[in-house]
């Protein structure tokens, strides 16, 4: 039955924009706890420690679908999301 509705055109067929967001490095906080990277299912952000300082780097922004499951394990409120476009 949905699908004769679909196929009538009376259901909206566009998907909802989940990759509007991503995530955004806002502070130097990082303690280097690596919950943020364990919890992402795309590998997106990395750890690096240069000049002694734990610091998270968002190495590959293109797999980032803006989830937000890192900034809500983030202790140090040190990741927030952003919009795709302003960045
Ligand atoms: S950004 Fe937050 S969750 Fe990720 S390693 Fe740093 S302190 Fe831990
Ligand atoms: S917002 Fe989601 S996909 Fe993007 S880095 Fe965080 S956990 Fe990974």
């Known amino acids: ?8 055109g009376a259901v909206k067929k566009t998907k909802p924009d ?3 967001y991503i995530v955004n490095v806002m502070n ?3 303690c280097g706890c690596r919950q943020c ?17 734990y610091r998270i780097v968002v190495k590959h ?4 679908t803006g989830c937000g ?5 983030c202790k140090h409120n040190t990741l927030g999301l952003a919009s795709r476009k302003a960045v």
């Open 1 to 8: 039955m949905l699908r004769k509705i679909w196929d009538l």
């Open 37 to 53: 990277i364990n919890i992402c299912h795309r590998n997106v952000s990395e750890l690096t420690d240069a000049d002694e300082t």
């Open 28 to 30: 130097a906080n990082c």
């Open 61 to 64: 922004p293109e797999r980032c």
């Open 69 to 73: 499951k890192c900034v809500a394990t």
């Open 18 to 20: 989940r990759r509007q």
